[in-house]
């Protein structure tokens, strides 16, 4: 089940993969010294023709069942996993494209930072969409006969390419995202450790490296959760949370209320067993910019409770 905007990006991302194709053959066709090279043989080897026809059919499939869909939100599509990996393949080459549109808007010099950050953010969505979400998140995409070029209208772009110039589509990337000025971090530790790493990620092109980001972020709750308990006894990440605000015995009361109070203490294990533990025991490649920020508002959020929470003082 997909909502209607995904198929419809989908449907737009298969007509560019096609477009592709056809900008191929066209120029070859038009060009008698290469097209004396590309023997019968040659072009069936090449199949350009085929996958040509296999993207337009499955274009017209996927137009049919959500038409058959009427207006609603959802369109229910049962797909097989290699049509799942040539989807993902011709969607994130169409982002690709997406970005160098982008990078080319950011180029001009009266283009406003709401319509970046509104582009940032839905390139993010979408990346992340068909990079790591459902169906899409364990299908290796497939090799894709058409990986790189200018799609049609590259004569439109503000600062069009250079003569015999190449753009890789697949490893195109944004600047930085204008974004940081979109969430408050407050506590001061997490924002001189913190974003100064992720700017400097950001400028350097390293989304990569975000989920360091991400951990150090996590040391700084850990080592906060130590120092207000007292704990010197080696006890980490789970440990220190059941320390701080197990009902029972709370080192720190968030609330009166024992449901609340448990509440709190799922925050932080979910914090630590969930974010922690993924930046801790694993690389976790291209974490998007925005997410990084929120998870750095949310262990920011997690600070001032522990700030704003009642020390209870051990009994004597």
């Keep these: 089940m997909f909502e209607r905007e995904t198929i419809e990006f989908v449907l737009r991302a298969i007509d560019f993969y096609v477009s592709l194709l056809g900008d191929e053959s066209r120029e070859l066709a038009e060009d008698p010294d290469l097209a004396s090279l590309i023997t019968d043989d040659t072009r069936r080897e090449?199949?350009?023709?085929?996958?040509?026809?296999?993207?337009?059919?499955?274009?017209?499939?996927?137009?049919?069942?959500?038409?058959e869909s009427g207006d609603s939100y959802h369109v229910d599509i049962s797909m097989s996993h290699g049509t799942v990996r040539f989807i993902k393949a011709v969607s994130l080459l169409y982002l690709a494209k997406l970005k160098t549109k982008r990078n080319r808007l950011a180029s001009r010099p009266n283009v406003t930072t709401s319509t970046l950050s509104a582009l940032d953010r839905e390139i993010s969505r979408k990346e992340e969409l068909f990079s790591s979400s459902g169906v899409f998140k364990n299908a290796s995409p497939v090799q894709l006969l058409a990986e790189y070029g200018e799609a049609p209208g590259a004569e439109e772009a503000v600062t069009p390419p250079q003569?015999?110039?190449?753009?890789?589509?697949l490893t195109a990337s944004r600047p930085r995202p204008v974004l940081?000025?979109?969430?408050?971090?407050?506590?001061?530790?997490?924002?001189?450790?913190c974003l100064d790493l992720f700017n400097q990620f950001q400028e350097a092109g390293q989304s990569e490296r975000n989920d360091t980001v991400v951990s150090e972020a996590s040391r700084i709750l850990e080592s906060r959760l130590r120092a207000v308990t007292g704990c010197t006894d080696g006890s980490t990440g789970k440990q220190l949370v059941t320390l701080a605000f197990n009902a029972q015995k709370a080192k720190l009361r968030v609330s009166s209320v024992p449901s609340e109070q448990e509440a709190a203490q799922l925050l932080f294990m979910g914090t630590f067993g969930f974010i922690r533990n993924q930046v801790q025991h694993k690389l976790l490649g291209s974490l998007p910019a925005e997410r990084t920020l929120q998870i750095l508002g949310w262990i920011d959020y997690l600070l001032a409770v522990i700030e704003q929470a009642e020390r209870v003082a051990d009994s004597p």
Aim: overall charge positive; aromatic content about 2%; charged content about 40%.
């Design 180 to 193: 940081v000025g979109s969430i408050e971090i407050l506590d001061h530790e997490l924002r001189r450790r």
């Design 46 to 67: 090449l199949g350009l023709g085929r996958d040509k026809e296999r993207a337009n059919r499955l274009r017209q499939w996927i137009k049919s069942k959500s038409e």
């Design 163 to 169: 003569p015999n110039e190449e753009i890789a589509l």
